[in-house]
């Protein structure tokens, strides 16, 4: 969609790639890199099961590999955003794909070496997430920084449509080639992967960031963090909510989902294919969001957020495979344009030199949750039923959206049109050096 023609001497026409006038060197490089490591991450996490299970691993031994990833990723995420608030946030992103880049060539090397062992994969595993700690406060909101305000919300938009898409695809493809080549060659690609990515962000140029003055310790930075979250109602009301829904949410898709696909739907394949309409969406609705540009943000993405009960209870009928498959394309629309909102309103609304601590306890929320709901699915399903627990889940998203949406500043936040009054209210920086939120 951006490209020009131009007529020759010869009088035929050409075509060349003409890129929008907001997409500078820095978001190129944001956009770039994050495609390129989501691509290898997403293949990643197939090849990490498969691994554990061609070692001889059960399915036990997966769920210990994934919780080594997930632990260390919420312990030290409060501490990620502390230093990335202390050092230039392009270098603390650097040094976490650098680490992740070694975490992962090791693995691939235990694989490829045969028969790694099961604490050998749980360390490299926890080394990831570790990585990520520190890399997802860093990068949060940087694609945003590196256009005008003006541009911002399409900018986002047009990130998370290449994020999403390089999701979905390396998910395929990754899942391909480790069925051809085997899981250890899939995570040395993702360790090439971040190693690419990390020379890229490498070559950010942050020459207009002002050196930041040295706080006065990680405690009371964690503090100062705190209190920007609590100080506003509009943030700490989503946070709670989220962190509730998150752990319905994977409950729902990771224990309930599967097992309602494999007695009612036909088995694992119509529930990929659901699972893959709801990442469809999500793509779709970034693409929305290119062209959308609600003036009360909060407000449009709450009520973008009660979508999310629909796939709990499509499961409770259950629906056939088509209607389920629909709904979940449907609800990553909308959840999309929940999170482009949402990312517009923490950049617009919290100060720079705050912002990836006030991120990284949005990440800690959002993630917290997730491993405690995933574990008692199963019992409570024992306890109440599988229908009525997945009932429960819908009727939890409906009534916590509704009780955010009871919160005035969710509903009047607007969204600033100007440069100068993002940058009034951003307070500091107007910086070629934030990136978007990813997942690699």
Not at 294 to 315: H, K, M, T, W, Y
Not at 354 to 366: A, I, M, N, Q, T
Request: hydrophobic letters at 55%.
């Amino acid at each position: 969609m951006w490209r020009q023609q131009q007529r020759g001497r010869d009088g035929r026409t050409r075509y060349r790639l003409a890129l929008p006038s907001w997409a500078g060197r820095n978001y190129l490089l944001l956009t770039g890199a994050t495609v390129i490591a989501n691509l290898g991450s997403s293949g990643a996490l197939i090849a990490t099961a498969f691994a554990v299970l061609a070692a001889g691993g059960n399915a036990t031994d997966v769920g210990l590999v994934a919780a080594a990833r997930t632990v260390p990723l919420v312990l030290f995420l409060l501490i990620g955003g502390a230093v990335a608030d202390r050092l230039p946030r392009h270098r603390v992103m650097v040094a976490a794909n650098a680490l992740n880049c070694v975490s992962q060539g090791l693995f691939a090397l235990l694989v490829l070496a045969g028969e790694p062992r099961l604490w050998q994969m749980a360390v490299l595993a926890a080394l990831g997430g570790t990585g990520q700690a520190f890399f997802a406060p860093a990068s949060e909101g940087m694609v945003l920084a590196s256009v005008s305000g003006d541009h911002a919300g399409r900018a986002f938009a047009v990130f998370r449509m290449g994020m999403n898409g390089a999701s979905i695809g390396g998910a395929a493809l990754g899942g391909a080639l480790v069925a051809a080549v085997g899981p250890g060659w899939v995570l040395a690609i993702d360790s090439a992967s971040f190693a690419l990515a990390a020379a890229l962000r490498a070559f950010l140029d942050v020459s207009g960031v002002p050196a930041r003055a040295p706080g006065g310790g990680m405690l009371r930075d964690l503090r100062d963090g705190w209190r920007e979250v609590a100080s506003r109602p509009w943030l700490w009301a989503v946070v709670v909510q989220f962190s509730l829904v998150n752990a319905v949410v994977s409950a729902a898709e990771a224990v309930y989902g599967p097992l309602v696909a494999e007695q009612h739907l036909g088995g694992p394949g119509p529930w990929g294919l659901a699972l893959g309409a709801f990442g469809a969406g999500t793509a779709s609705g970034a693409l929305l969001m290119t062209k959308f540009r609600p003036r009360r943000i909060l407000l449009v993405g709450s009520l973008c957020v009660f979508p999310l009960a629909l796939p709990s209870a499509a499961l409770a009928v259950p629906l056939p495979a088509a209607g389920l498959t629909a709904i979940m394309f449907g609800t990553g629309i909308a959840i999309e344009v929940f999170a482009v909102t949402w990312m517009m309103a923490l950049h617009q609304e919290i100060p720079e030199e705050k912002f990836s601590r006030v991120s990284s306890y949005d990440w800690l929320e959002s993630l917290g949750m997730v491993p405690l709901a995933t574990a008692l699915a199963g019992p409570v399903q024992d306890l109440i039923g599988r229908t009525t627990a997945l009932w429960c889940c819908s009727a939890l998203i409906v009534l916590l959206t509704a009780a955010v949406l009871c919160v005035p500043d969710v509903r009047r936040l607007t969204r600033r049109t100007t440069p100068e009054a993002v940058a009034v209210a951003v307070a500091g920086e107007n910086a070629p050096a934030r990136d978007g939120a990813e997942t690699a």
